[in-house]
């Protein structure tokens, strides 16, 4: 199949496939007597494959090394397993951190209630939660 007829059955861009193409995610395609790429079905496969990877927040150098894993023959479960296990930790951090700044957002917010029109260049509430944060 051709580039654009690729694109749409995966709902991408031709030009990302061409940059997965130049960075070795994808191997070059073969070419039509005219000169048209021209893509098989094991094409389609690691384009999905890349999309979910990508969609579950690995890195294209992180998929760079498991297609490079299986092309050797070799299963790339372990290291899949610790990316996982990485993402899962970066996410507890970032959640942790998101629970943290919604405390701190809901303290703000009551205190706005009761802030007068006076207190404050902008408002006292918030001018000052960087120093607040310093000193902590």
Same mark, same amino acid.
């Given at each position: 199949?051709?580039?654009?007829? *690729? ?22 395609? #073969? /070419? ?5 790429? #021209?893509?098989?079905?094991? !094409?389609?496969?690691? *384009? ?7 969609? *579950?927040?690995?890195? *294209?150098? %992180?998929?760079? &090394? ?10 790339? =479960?372990?290291?899949?397993? &610790?990316?996982? !296990? ?9 959640? /942790? ?6 405390? &701190? ?13 006076? !207190?404050? %260049?902008? =408002?006292?509430?918030? &001018? ?9």
């Amino acid at each position: 199949m051709r580039i654009g007829q *690729l694109a749409e059955r995966l709902g991408i861009t031709t030009k990302a496939i061409r940059f997965y193409e130049s960075i070795g995610l994808l191997p070059e395609p #073969s /070419r039509s007597p005219s000169g048209y790429r #021209s893509y098989e079905e094991p !094409d389609a496969d690691r *384009l999905t494959f890349i999309k979910t990877a990508q969609r *579950l927040g690995l890195s *294209l150098d %992180e998929i760079k &090394e498991i297609i490079a894993f299986r092309d050797r023959g070799e299963r790339p =479960c372990g290291y899949v397993g &610790e990316i996982l !296990d990485r993402q899962v930790a970066d996410l507890d951090r970032r959640i /942790r951190e998101m629970r943290d700044l919604r405390d &701190e957002l809901k303290s703000l917010q009551r205190q706005a209630r009761v802030a007068g029109p006076s !207190d404050g %260049e902008f =408002c006292a509430v918030i &001018e000052h939660v960087h120093l607040r944060h310093a000193d902590a």
